[in-house]
């Protein structure tokens, strides 16, 4: 299996941050990965598609890059909507695998 | 816009099968874009892809969960469904369905998804 390893696990951020998160798989993935917005009690939100394609309707302060191992998803602004935990996923090869997830969270 | 939906028991015995569906509206289960999955995440941890299929029944399951996991299609009813046999407590998460991009017959990631429900497994 493709093990995802996400860091930091949380981060503490404040409203107009800029914010990244890394994330890093264990083999050569490609570009295949995909980002994921999860809040408390609810579904994750699909946000990013082969590391760097924004989902349409997704705010332009989102923007993923990478390829290979090492992967980042930026929030260029923080806003308050955007305290959540953040998940990455590999696509390249079964079984499909998500990250731990990293906590963004109000400093 | 499409919805999907989860159904089933909120609580299962140790040793039984746990059983789930979920229903999709606004839009066709049969849509040869699209795969369909299930997801997991244990209370306070991270996902776990279980498995999705193809509205013509083709199947991929995670190897962890293979040997228990079933999943089947009933395109008429535009449902699919989980069963999980010999649970644990283990097995105790949210349930998450999901619309999956796929592309030749590889499953890629998820874009819709279900609000989940929460399956406790205890006597």
């Known amino acids: 299996d493709i093990q995802m390893t996400q860091s930091p696990s949380t981060l503490s951020a404040s409203v107009g941050d800029r914010v990244t998160i890394t994330c890093r798989a264990s083999h050569i993935i490609s570009s295949w990965l995909a980002w994921y917005q999860q809040k408390p009690g609810k579904a994750p939100k699909f946000l990013i598609y082969?590391?760097?394609s924004l989902e349409s309707g997704v705010p332009s302060r989102f923007s993923g890059s990478g390829s290979g191992t090492e992967f980042t998803l930026t929030i260029s602004s923080l806003q308050p909507d955007d305290f959540a935990t953040y998940y990455c996923q590999q696509y390249h090869s079964y079984p499909l695998t998500f990250g731990g997830g990293t906590k963004v969270e109000i400093k | 816009q499409l919805q999907l939906q989860e159904s089933g028991p909120g609580l299962v015995k140790p040793s039984e099968t746990l059983s789930l569906t979920c229903t999709v509206s606004?839009?066709?289960?049969?849509?040869?874009?699209?795969?369909w999955g299930w997801i997991r995440q244990p209370p306070g941890k991270g996902l776990e892809w279980i498995g999705s299929?193809?509205?013509?029944?083709?199947?991929f399951y995670n190897p962890s969960l293979q040997s228990r996991v079933t999943i089947s299609v009933d395109t008429s009813k535009n449902q699919f469904s989980l069963k999980l046999t010999s649970v644990t407590a283990t097995d105790t998460a949210v349930y998450f369905c999901?619309?999956?991009?796929?592309?030749?017959?590889?499953?890629?990631?998820?874009?819709?998804w279900g609000q989940g429900t929460l399956v406790t497994v205890s006597s």
């Open positions: 299929i193809y509205y013509s029944g083709s199947t």
């Open positions: 999901a619309r999956v991009i796929s592309r030749v017959a590889a499953v890629y990631y998820f874009d819709y």
């Open positions: 606004g839009g066709s289960i049969s849509s040869s874009s699209y795969y």
């Open positions: 082969k590391a760097s």
